[in-house]
């Protein structure tokens, strides 16, 4: 039998499935959650994140054969039109990603990653992290565009993970959202985790990690507001999720309950939200490097219709 099935003991009631199982098997913690990511893990029939909490008495399944070869598969060398080398030296590579582009492969995923296109071009990039996502420091969602940072050396890659996960990384983001934000300037601080019914997206719930977001309004329109957002911390979907929970989804985000009908009024197929700005310290001389993106141009040209009132939808 491919699948091997087991009660959670008693003494790992309460740990993480990735931590418990690692326990269990005798294998990584990362092994684990990679194959909890991949669908290869279920808790009484139904599929487990690595986060989520063992309970005692429950039934663990998993795929034993995805215990033996790699659950994700490693990026083939693909150019991507359109991705801008914005910065490389010797340690970093900072692109700018365009929509439609993963950051590196993952199950169900068969487009093209920024991690393939650094390699289609002959970008060497650190071989830490695991084989799919070598380099790879932070992510940002295939429908999101705008600047991404990738290590190329193993300084950087050691560096950069500790700067992102102290936050002393400065992640700015602009979005274009529904209405008008009110107060104009303030913090989402809300915990984030998977929806407890859709768990292929995320929602605020109680069980959730930590998340904040900071936010000011830069200029309204009469259906939408040009938003700057700063990320104090980064879970998946955050700002989307966050500006959601406020009842001011971003434009064109129907995942998240943004209007439809405004969406197809200004052409969008995708969520108004663009990484405008990343700045750190540079992990070979320690000085500041800030670099900036304007938004492409399906992004500006939604922008330039709900300004001059171009949208055909009611207000």
Do not use: N
């Not at 092994?31 to 063992?54: C, F, M, N, Y």
């Not at 998993?62 to 990026?75: F, I, N, Q």
């Not at 695991?130 to 600047?147: P, Y």
């Not at 998240?256 to 990343?278: I, M, N, V």
């Amino acid at each position: 039998m491919s699948t091997r099935s087991l009660p959670v003991p008693d003494g790992l009631a309460g740990e993480r499935v990735d931590a418990g199982l690692a326990r269990l098997l005798g294998v990584s913690r990362t092994r684990v959650a990679d194959l909890a990511e991949a669908g290869a893990v279920q808790i009484d029939g139904r599929p487990a994140g690595k986060s989520e909490r063992l309970v005692a008495g429950s039934w663990l399944e998993v795929d034993v054969e995805a215990l033996d070869g790699p659950t994700h598969p490693v990026a083939p060398p693909e150019p991507v039109p359109g991705m801008r080398i914005v910065h490389e030296d010797d340690d970093v590579v900072v692109v700018d990603k365009p929509v439609g582009v993963a950051a590196h492969p993952s199950p169900g995923w068969t487009g093209p990653t920024v991690v393939g296109a650094l390699a289609a071009t002959g970008h060497r990039v650190s071989t830490s992290g695991a084989a799919e996502r070598q380099g790879v420091v932070h992510r940002l969602d295939v429908g999101t565009s705008g600047l991404m940072v990738v290590a190329k050396s193993e300084r950087a890659y050691t560096l950069l993970k500790r700067a992102f996960k102290e936050r002393t990384v400065e992640k700015v983001y602009h979005a274009v959202v529904q209405g008008h934000p009110e107060p104009t300037t303030g913090t989402i601080d809300a915990p984030i985790g998977r929806h407890p019914r859709d768990d292929w997206k995320f929602a605020v719930v109680a069980s959730g990690k930590p998340s904040v977001t900071h936010y000011e309004v830069l200029e309204m329109v009469p259906k939408a507001s040009l938003v700057e957002v700063h990320l104090e911390t980064g879970r998946t979907h955050q700002i989307r999720v966050h500006m959601a929970a406020v009842h001011h989804p971003c434009v064109g985000d129907l995942t998240y309950g943004a209007d439809p009908a405004l969406a197809a009024s200004l052409g969008l197929t995708r969520q108004w939200l663009h990484a405008a700005r990343l700045g750190f310290d540079h992990p070979a001389t320690g000085e500041w490097l800030e670099l900036s993106s304007e938004p492409p141009q399906d992004l500006a040209r939604a922008w330039a219709m709900l300004r001059d009132g171009s949208s055909d939808t009611p207000e």
